[in-house]
């Protein structure tokens, strides 16, 4: 079913230019700039006229005069210098609506070409607390997640844990020097494991010593020592299980709790390839592969460091090999902030003379960093770096404000509120992140992030929740569904802005950017706040315009909760507000 109010134009624009006999890469409309002018506009006539040496106006008038026999066009015009403006019948943005919500995908199309796409997002390190960075890459990496899937995309995703780099041996290393021995790994809980790791780190700062023991024991975990691997292992579970259960929390899920441990055996097929293509070479001891100086020259990339450890390179070189062998994968997308931009560049220029990945596109995304006021990156009051955990709870706790407590409304008691309020923070959260362009960062705003109006998560929940509440009255007092009427305005803005959920979602997928949808998804609530308070529903005029209002309400509701969702944002049957105790 093709829903698409700009397919069905560019598919009769098309016709037309080809009889004219122009060029039909230019027969596509885009939505309008000036809503007050037309529904769309074809700007193809001024590039035409630009190659064609004509007049834009003439050229334009040319299409124009042919689109006025169209039966879905209500009016057509050529302004300024050339552009044609097209306005649609009410009947048909009406029709497209009525079939948008008998669709059960409500009008969203699939990609023609589905294909495996691995993402590698989260990306958190064993014995190192989340911090807010972790946390944009899992936010942005699960709604990239969400979205591929439902164009049709086969998903594997991946948290790719920092697991088997040099902090390994250094946790170790501190352990032995403060018990002695390994003995009492297996007691050491996540905190104290944390913690074992925050001191082997100010240690290694200042000693070199310290930092050569954590490099030979590392080198010698890597290598295969049993004892070393076997508390390890401890230290890699207790982190996996707080690193779900953060993740959890956010609602980010994985396929695979692969790390780079996982890709350990591998690096030796890496290395012995590079050896067999002879584009590896040992330099002061080290084993690397010069990469080509081009326009950019790139530092080369270490396979084997001097002390014979695998390196953060090493292990992404041959996690791609193990992606493309064993998942099949056909594209593989990184999230993470720009400091890692250079090894993604030297990673994929290796991959690709090495000839592991051929046909795989390799996409590393580039997000930027979550700044406190002072626009600097995030911290806690006291200078430290603000954690997951503290995020979450410093949300929870401005959400309590706006919600009533537990017991003042019925039905919920403190389970309920407690959901609720976890369910409004998360929200808070992901949208805050998310409403902004991927690439650049954000001042996390910690006054008005969780408020119930403005450009947040709660505001697109709230608006779910009220018109869940129209609905259930209208099923509550017997009033039904039934075909659009366009009668006023706002009705057919909203219809129209109903109609463009297809080509968002691909546009967000294109561009791998979540924020399109978070845009679109406050826009639609601020039009439908606009049309519900302008057109009254369950007492318009005829029986036949509160079912199409209702009609209007469900798709707009439906379309919304779809858009959380690609968020990876819960919509709550019902939001509760302190002053007025809900709807
Ligand atoms: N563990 C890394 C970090 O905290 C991020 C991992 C990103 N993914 C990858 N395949 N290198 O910076």
New binding site residues.
């Given amino acids: 079913m093709n829903l698409i109010l700009e397919n069905k134009i560019n598919a009769t624009l098309k016709n037309i230019f080809n009889k004219l006999d122009l060029d039909d890469k230019f027969a596509f409309v885009k939505v309008s700039d000036r809503a007050d002018l037309s529904d769309f506009q074809c700007n193809g006539a001024l590039a035409l006229a630009k190659i064609n040496h004509k007049n834009p106006r003439e050229v334009g008038m040319m299409i124009a005069n042919e689109l006025q026999k169209c039966e879905f066009c209500e009016s057509i015009s050529v302004d300024g210098p050339g552009f044609i403006n097209i306005k649609l019948k009410n009947e048909v943005i009406a029709q497209n609506a009525d079939k948008m919500a008998e669709d059960e995908r409500l009008g969203c199309g699939l990609v023609e070409n589905p294909h495996k796409v691995v993402l590698?997002y989260g990306?958190?390190?064993v014995a190192?607390t989340m911090h807010v960075?972790?946390l944009r890459?899992g936010v942005i990496g699960e709604s990239v997640s969400r979205i591929e899937r439902f164009i049709g995309n086969e998903v594997i995703s991946d948290v790719?844990?920092?697991d088997w780099g040099t902090p390994m041996g250094m946790i170790l290393a501190e352990i032995i020097r403060q018990d002695g021995n390994l003995d009492k790994v297996e007691s050491y809980d996540i905190a104290q494991i944390t913690e074992f790791y925050k001191q082997a780190n100010i240690r290694c700062k200042e000693d070199e010593t310290a930092r050569e023991n954590a490099r030979i024991i590392t080198a010698e975990l890597q290598d295969g020592n049993t004892e070393y691997h076997k508390a390890w292992q401890h230290l890699r579970g207790e982190s996996v299980k707080a690193i779900k259960a953060n993740y959890e929390q956010l609602d980010v899920n994985f396929d695979l709790w692969w790390g780079e441990s996982n890709a350990h055996k591998t690096c030796g097929e890496i290395v012995d390839i590079a050896r067999k293509k002879g584009i590896s070479e040992v330099d002061n001891g080290a084993e690397i592969i010069r990469l080509e100086e081009g326009n950019k020259p790139k530092p080369p990339v270490i396979l084997i460091k001097s002390d014979g450890g695998y390196t953060?390179h090493t292990t992404?070189i041959a996690?791609i090999k193990m992606r493309v062998d064993d998942l099949a994968a056909e594209e593989i997308v990184?999230f993470?902030d720009s400091r890692?931009t250079l090894?993604?560049e030297q990673v994929f220029e290796a991959a690709q003379k090495l000839g592991i990945a051929p046909d795989v596109k390799l996409k590393h995304i580039v997000f930027g960093t979550v700044n406190g006021a002072d626009g600097k990156p995030f911290k806690t009051r006291d200078g430290g770096v603000m954690d997951l955990e503290t995020l979450i709870e410093m949300s929870k706790d401005k959400v309590r404000q706006s919600l009533p407590k537990a017991g003042e409304v019925e039905g919920y008691g403190e389970a309920e509120i407690e959901k609720l309020t976890s369910q409004i923070a998360i929200a808070a959260i992901k949208f805050q992140d998310l409403r902004n362009c991927i690439a650049s960062g954000y001042v996390f705003e910690l006054e008005d992030f969780a408020k119930f109006e403005g450009k947040t998560g709660p505001y697109i929940q709230y608006a779910i929740a009220r018109i869940n509440s129209v609905l259930r009255k209208a099923e509550a007092g017997g009033l039904q569904c039934g075909a659009i009427i366009l009668d006023t305005v706002e009705e057919r803005t909203l219809a129209l802005k109903l109609a463009q959920v297809h080509n968002v979602i691909m546009r967000a997928h294109t561009d791998k950017e979540p924020s399109i949808i978070a845009e679109y998804t406050h826009n639609l609530a601020q039009i439908f706040s606009t049309f519900y308070n302008t057109c009254p529903v369950m007492s318009a005029a005829t029986p036949q315009l509160i079912a199409s209002r209702l009609q209007l309400a469900k798709l707009t509701r439906d379309i919304l909760k779809l858009m959380l969702y690609l968020l990876g944002i819960e919509a709550p049957e019902i939001m509760l507000k302190a002053e007025n105790k809900g709807e």
């Fill in positions: 590698d990306g958190p390190n190192k960075g972790h890459s790719h844990l920092g953060y992404d996690t990184y993470t890692q090894h993604f």
